[in-house]
């Protein structure tokens, strides 16, 4: 399956509202962007981590290892957000 066939599939049904199409712009523009910050942010810190232990550097090897959960907690933030936009949806459209 390819990678739009797998968003239509687990994306939002934006069809139970008004002027869904403003909002699958912004959903989307926002879920891109912090996915895409987030998957950075693991590459940047998983290896300043690396080069901070391989250095001696503990002070760093800490951040950057702290960086990295941070990183990895809004990754998974960031895609619960897409259930949580659902189920917002769902809830809205039988009320």
Request: glycine share 16%; charged share 5%.
């Amino acid at each position: 399956m390819t990678i739009p066939g797998l968003l239509r599939l687990v994306g939002p049904d934006f069809g139970a509202l008004g002027g869904s199409s403003q909002l699958r712009a912004i959903v989307g523009a926002l879920l891109t962007y912090g996915l895409i910050t987030a998957v950075l942010m693991i590459v940047v810190c998983s290896a300043t981590w690396a080069i901070g232990s391989a250095q001696g550097s503990w002070q760093t090897a800490s951040k950057a290892k702290v960086g990295l959960f941070v990183a990895i907690g809004g990754a998974t933030l960031t895609g619960g957000a897409l259930a949580w936009a659902n189920w917002l949806l769902d809830v809205g459209a039988t009320l």
